[in-house]
């Protein structure tokens, strides 16, 4: 029996080359997020990412630590991760400097108070970017992240 705790190691074990990437298009969960990444190794597990909360606009909310990226608006979305095709979890997260990076997004007044598992599943999401604009960590280490 698969546990949630099994999928989510999975995820946080997993490298960028692991997935398979289905970006935008016509697919049946189109309509609500973007894309789609399967897991190679065991294609029952599926992560979709890019609906984002509220208005579908470009422009995003501010925060005091979003000021350390030339470019201080924070869109916030979230990923969900499916198993055999039924969602088991759900993970939000943050596009910032312009949506060259993907972090974590946690709870607080400050959205900065964070877990392992967002810290892990923000990477994963992040690096299929190719590091095109660098790093996890290089974004990352900019913003003073309390895991919780």
Known sequence: MTTLAD???????????DWHKIDEGDNQKSRFDHTTLVYKPDIDLTICYGLRFGSPSRSGTEFGWSAVFPDNSVLIASADVFWRGSLVDRVDYANVDGCRAILPIGTGVDGLDITSWD??????????????????????????????
Do not use: M, T, W
């Open 7 to 17: 999928l989510r190691q999975l995820v946080r074990e997993s490298e960028p080359a």
């Open 119 to 148: 810290r892990d599943a923000a990477r994963v999401l992040h690096c299929q970017k190719n590091d095109a604009f660098g790093a996890f960590s290089d974004f990352y280490d900019q913003v003073p992240f309390r895991v919780i």
